[in-house]
């Protein structure tokens, strides 16, 4: 196989960053990513952008809020529709691996009108999540050093820059580091797993678990079906990341055979870290009670079941954690955009920025700036209407790649070597059932979230219209084939 590489400067460490007038979305010669991933750095970074900590110490309190005793089975039930999901972009992502992600994949098979559309859902995704994460840094950190002031924005913002700052580095360094602090949010998942295992409350039987109930505070009651349906698109979001690899699929090596795998461990890693932990907290809270509302005090249980010293430890693992998942998440952001270039969605001065890619690091610098620098602005932006946003576009790219996944065995791409999920058709019709059932009940339940999105979508469809259709031939040339692979 030949290897498209961005290679290093030959004049030495003390090269800036830079690109060559060749390397430009708007000449001939396209600009490349340094082909330098194996499977474990892969693994690493797509895990890290799962980041199962952050969203076991971030996400799933909020569950805990409304699914009560049920937030294991949402997760699980999530987890399971995941699997599907996986099985599309594991063949989508070998078929067509492209910097681009989804958008590639879309635009492929569907068209560029549902690529640019595809675009816009992993852009809001890509946004959004970041900053949610961030904030959440300023808590614990309250949590593990007390005298420490909580600003959940300033720490998020202060989080968001410094990532920013790491994603202009070499792609395999930033792999080992991410796999440190990897290291450090699996061991506290560990410790409140543990933890809660061996101080289970007879107050929560196991069978609650499958007969889920949830408590205001004074009584419990079972918990409706309708409520898990919404707690399901949060469920995802918390699961979300196991598709970074698609993303990647340009730096790792042996793309067909990598891409699939990294999605599929990552997914069943980063489920185990969340799920398990998350029965253990149900079984060893103090009731139901202590599940919802402002009752929930994930730190003060870990301090109750062992003493402060390891609640200040688990406080600690958890802020890397959140660091971690800033990281990577600027990286796979960057991609994004770096990809949109490079097939020319802007004019032609904001195509050759965006497509500069660093000749030291091989990481494309621009794009980086320009994913951290809003990121970085939106920490003060309220969270909860951008976790209601981020939970329809998550759903809205899970179902556009399960419909793309339907044409994938279709005139040339029938014959092209790829991985090829198992019961297709049935996988993609099952994940697409169930995401219009999700999004059907978020819009009888929460109406406002859809609704934010499809505006927003509405304006990304008018760029499509008035700039994109017109100059067909010179803007939005999708490339689902960027290099030798």
Known sequence: MTEILARPSASGPSDVAETTPATTPETTTKPALARSLGLLGAVLLTLSCLTPASSLFVIVPGLFATQGTGTALTLAIAGILCVGVAFCYSELGTLIPSAGGEYAMVGSLLGRVSGWLTFFLSGVVAFVIPPIIAIGTGQYLHAAIPGLPVNGAATGAVVMAASTAMGVFDLRANAWITGVFLVLEVVASAVVAFLGFTHTHTHTSASALLHPVVSDGHHSSALPFATIMVGLAVALFALQGFTTAVYLAEEITEPRRHVSRAVLWTLGLGAAVIIVPTVAITLGADGPGALTGDAFDLIGMVKVWSNSAVGSFVALCIAAAIVNAAIVMVIQNSRILFASARDRAWPAPVNRALGTVSQRFGAPWVATL????????????????????????????????????????????????????????????????????????LWRTQPSDLYWTLGATAAAALYWVLYLRPRGDTRWVIDADPGER
């Open 370 to 441: 320009a994913v951290g620098t809003p990121g970085t602005a939106l920490c003060f932006a309220p969270v909860d209407t951008l976790n209601g946003i981020t939970g329809v576009a998550v759903a809205g790219l899970y179902l556009i790649v399960a419909v793309a996944a339907l044409g994938a065995r279709r005139g040339g791409y029938k014959a092209k070597t790829a991985w090829r999920m198992p019961l297709w058709p049935a996988v993609p019709v099952l994940v697409i059932a169930s995401l219009l059932g999700l999004l059907f009940e």
